[in-house]
């Protein structure tokens, strides 16, 4: 379900490579497939070729039901899934399906001053992820084989949310970089390449079966230091970085920074113990691989807007001066 966009475009050529017929179920609005930066035209005919198509949309729920009841499938990856209503289709059309396999998120623990999560911690039912956590417990009622994946903040070539593109618009630009100063200030990232790679370790294994696996690089990071990571990875002299309040702002519907002010970490040791995974990527070279391979090539998903940085930084030069 879904394919065309992120983390299903990796997915996908992982999943062909192993062998799988994969079909893509999507509405149809964006190509069923895409050459990625630096794929050469055979492998990408070659790819191309073995991709099926399923032509719908998934709240059309008789549709669904009646044409994935029709080809009976084996294992279904729910990339885009966001209400258990929209899941429970598929398991009726798929009485005899072999597994499911969700792409949850790490967003669903209750707020915590322990950190970092592990899967067993408490979820907050009022999280706006909650429709994640309704199809996780979904999964759980119905006698089917399923595995959920919570991934934290992802990044790399083709990321829809600006997340290192943020970092590269302004390194390019020159510009300082305004970091607020208020929250938590560490996140946590995992490379796309890496998921692509966990969501490959969970198929057809038996000690995936009804578990949840955290998904994300091993370490924290500052703001400070991805905003220097950043740098690092498109070949830009070390930034300079103004912190500010954002209470002191009003910036309307404009998002000024890409990262929650409030943040949290997720173990990702369960996955790596159980299932054997380990992220290929550490973050400087996670990053040179998103840079290299799309915002370097001139390619980016939304143009550079500065407003919110305009605002900032002139009341910072102002109390500077």
Not at 30 to 52: H, M, R
Not at 111 to 121: A, F, G, R
């Amino acid at each position: 379900m879904g394919g065309t966009r992120f983390i299903g475009v990796f997915l996908s050529r992982l999943l062909v490579k192993e062998g799988h017929q994969v079909t893509l179920f999507t509405r149809g609005k964006a190509p069923v497939t895409q050459q990625l930066p630096g794929e050469s035209d055979s492998d990408y005919a070659e790819f191309k070729s073995k991709i099926l198509h399923l032509k719908g949309d998934r709240m059309d729920f008789d549709f669904v039901k009646s044409s994935l009841s029709a080809e009976g499938y084996d294992v279904v990856y729910d990339i885009n899934g966001r209400e258990a209503a929209e899941v429970e289709p598929i398991l009726d059309a798929l009485p005899n399906l072999e597994q499911f396999i969700y792409c949850s998120s790490a967003g669903v623990y209750l707020k915590s001053d322990m950190l970092p999560h592990c899967e067993t911690d408490a979820v907050d039912p009022k999280s706006r992820h909650k429709g994640k956590l309704n199809t996780e417990s979904l999964l759980e009622s119905r006698d089917v084989n399923w595995t959920s994946v919570r991934p934290v903040y992802i990044y790399g070539p083709l990321n829809y949310n600006p997340v290192e593109e943020w970092f590269f618009h302004r390194l390019k630009a020159g510009r300082p970089i305004p970091i607020p100063n208020s929250g938590v200030q560490i996140t946590q990232l995992g490379h796309v390449k890496d998921l692509a790679t966990a969501f490959i370790a969970v198929l057809g294994n038996e000690k995936a079966s009804k578990q949840v696996f955290n998904i994300s690089g091993e370490k924290y990071v500052t703001f400070n230091g991805l905003a220097k990571a950043c740098a690092k990875a498109g070949g830009f002299p070390e930034p300079e970085i103004v912190h500010y309040n954002p209470k002191e702002f009003d910036f309307g519907k404009k998002k000024a920074f890409p990262f929650r002010d409030q943040h949290f970490f997720a173990s990702v040791e369960k996955a790596k113990h159980v299932l054997g995974w380990k992220p290929e990527f550490d973050l400087v070279e996670g990053l040179t691989d998103s840079y290299n391979l799309d915002f370097g090539r001139g390619t980016f998903r939304k143009e550079a807007d500065f407003s919110t940085d305009d605002m900032i930084l002139s009341k910072s030069f102002v109390l500077q001066s």
